[in-house]
């Protein structure tokens, strides 16, 4: 049985991404694969399994040297069990950067597209089958597609992924408007989550010049329930940094979907330089807080902006 996942901090495009290409693989091919998680699961991503009436995929904890295993949603090892390249990788579908460090037993076979949602690149590797698909896995992909560009609102948005989203919303008589609207208000309950689980919820280790960085986003319609608990998450921040000798900083920005900026919280001189070079920025000594607006990808505008930044 292969075993299909998605990176640490789980969010829909990693998960739904996972049950596609598992059920994909039990339909179309003659091997046969479960998907599972490696976290728990936002309630973007909950929602939208409820509402498709999916199960939610097993918490896989370890992989071991008998394990065949198809990765998606990216290739970062950072972002993955620390013991993954002890399995037996046979595939890896991505739409993020090439990253390094995974080691493959045999020649694999990899699919690496720059579109907005690994969905996507899945809905293409799926070829004369997409006219027989399911409607729970129609819906899967287009809520991945839709969580992923943010309702078409990120920079990372192609026109192929919008395409595809608007087709099979029209198939199945979803508006894309109201359904996102849905999703997105899932997503701003933040009410079941400790400070630290905020700044593990939607998290990613990137290395930002010559320091490796962790960069937190949450995702809101409504930012002052973030903001109502920024001490209690600045806390966080420092518990998180005392116990990852191999994380330097943490970049925590809450993404306002509607208005489409970003706000960043500063704690210390590190976060506040990063900040200031990456962004191109003034910050005063007392601001804690600093605005950005037009800044909602973490991977096509956070990391890029940061790019090439060099501190010693």
Not at 50 to 62: G, I
Not at 141 to 163: C, E, Q, V, W
Request: aromatic share 6%.
């Amino acid at each position: 049985m292969i075993k299909v996942f998605g990176h640490i901090s789980p969010d829909t495009d990693a998960t739904v991404s996972a049950i596609v290409w598992a059920w994909y693989m039990n339909t179309f091919s003659s091997n046969k694969a479960e998907a599972y998680v490696l976290g728990s699961l936002n309630k973007e991503t909950a929602f939208v399994l409820n509402k498709w009436d999916v199960e939610e995929p097993q918490l896989l904890e370890s992989v071991n040297g008998d394990d065949e295993v198809v990765i998606v949603d990216t290739n970062n090892p950072q972002e993955l069990l620390q013991n993954v390249n002890d399995a037996s990788i046979v595939q890896i579908i991505d739409h993020h950067k090439l990253t390094g460090g995974l080691i493959s037993k045999k020649p694999i076979d990899i699919h690496i597209k720059p579109l907005a949602s690994t969905a996507t690149v899945i809905y293409d590797l799926m070829g004369q089958h997409i006219d027989s698909l399911p409607t729970h896995i129609e819906g899967l992909i287009l809520s991945s597609i839709l969580s992923d560009t943010l309702a078409f609102r990120s920079p990372t948005t192609t026109t192929h992924d919008k395409g595809i989203a608007e087709k099979l919303a029209k198939k199945l008589n979803i508006d894309i408007e109201e359904y996102s609207l849905e999703m997105f208000n899932a997503k701003s309950d933040i009410s079941d989550f400790t400070d630290i689980g905020l700044v593990h919820l939607d998290s990613k280790k990137s290395s930002v010049g010559d320091k490796n960085v962790r960069i937190s986003v949450v995702e809101t319609m409504n930012t002052k329930t973030v903001l109502d608990r920024l001490e209690g998450i600045k806390a966080a921040i420092n518990n998180v940094l005392k116990d990852e000798d191999d994380t330097d900083g943490v970049l925590f920005f809450i993404i306002d979907i509607l208005k489409e900026e970003s706000t960043v919280i500063i704690y210390d001189q590190f976060v506040k330089d990063l900040v200031s070079a990456s962004f191109e920025v003034e910050i005063d000594d007392n601001e804690d807080l600093k605005l950005l607006p037009g800044i909602i990808s973490r991977k096509k505008q956070i990391l890029l902006l940061s790019n090439g930044i060099s501190y010693n």
